[in-house]
């Protein structure tokens, strides 16, 4: 388990101090490394923090980039097949620096774009910006056994693993969504892409999100679905 946090926005961000409370209110869930990131406009930011389990080694620290620059990614889970993919991708003419199951998705998505999704089998949530494509790109597995949280506003895009992550930036409202807080109390959940307060979203299981730092707009999709039996 780790913890993710960030945001995306068409203007270059001056309020940042709020990333790091935030990731560090998600320290349960990685208490063995923590890093952030800024892009030199300041329009995104990446913090994480780090549960070690595959390469314990400062090679996988988070935020992690790949050997370019142009890609940055703060990932939460983990990559069953990432060693199959590594040596396919390794003999398509790939390099890594790592063992982790990270660098796997970074140089994944390098190679395969947003279509990536398709070879990860595994647990995951995770942020990956491309300052080529000025995209945010954000994905959650199959099952939605990892969580990722987000609020989209006003040409700015906040995501964390835990909503108490985003609540450490103060700017954001706080109001109860009447509607989400009558199904906890009838079925002791909130089902869907609904969150318990207003203006907050979950990122649905199986679903992929694509942000665009010029328009500011998001697009959400699934990518995979339950093949139908016969």
């Not at 056994?145 to 930036?169: C, I, M, N, Q, V």
Request: charged letters at 15%; aromatic letters at 10%.
């Amino acid at each position: 388990m780790c913890g993710l946090i960030g945001i995306a926005s068409t203007v270059a961000q001056s309020h940042r101090a709020w990333l790091v409370r935030g990731c560090n209110a998600m320290q349960h869930r990685g208490p063995d490394d923590a890093g952030e990131w800024w892009s030199d406009d300041g329009r995104i930011g990446l913090a994480h923090r780090r549960l070690s389990i595959i390469d314990i080694s400062p090679a996988g620290h988070q935020p992690m980039h790949d050997a370019t620059g142009a890609l940055s990614i703060v990932f939460n889970g983990e990559i069953y097949n990432f060693a199959e993919l590594r040596a396919q991708l390794v003999s398509i003419g790939h390099t890594f620096c790592s063992h982790s199951d990270t660098e796997v998705v970074l140089a994944a998505y390098r190679h395969w774009g947003a279509d990536c999704l398709s070879h990860l089998n595994g647990m995951f949530a995770f942020a990956l910006f491309d300052a080529l494509q000025q995209t945010l790109f954000l994905a959650r597995d199959r099952a939605g056994e990892k969580p990722l949280f987000y609020h989209h506003a006003g040409g700015t895009l906040r995501f964390a693993s835990e909503l108490k992550g985003l609540l450490a930036d103060t700017a954001l409202a706080r109001r109860i969504d009447p509607t989400a807080l009558d199904c906890y109390l009838t079925i002791g959940y909130v089902p869907g892409s609904n969150c318990i307060l207003q203006g907050f979203n979950k990122l649905p299981p199986a679903h992929a999100m694509q942000f665009d730092l010029q328009s500011g707009q998001a697009k959400i999709w699934r990518y995979w679905q339950l093949p139908e039996l016969n």
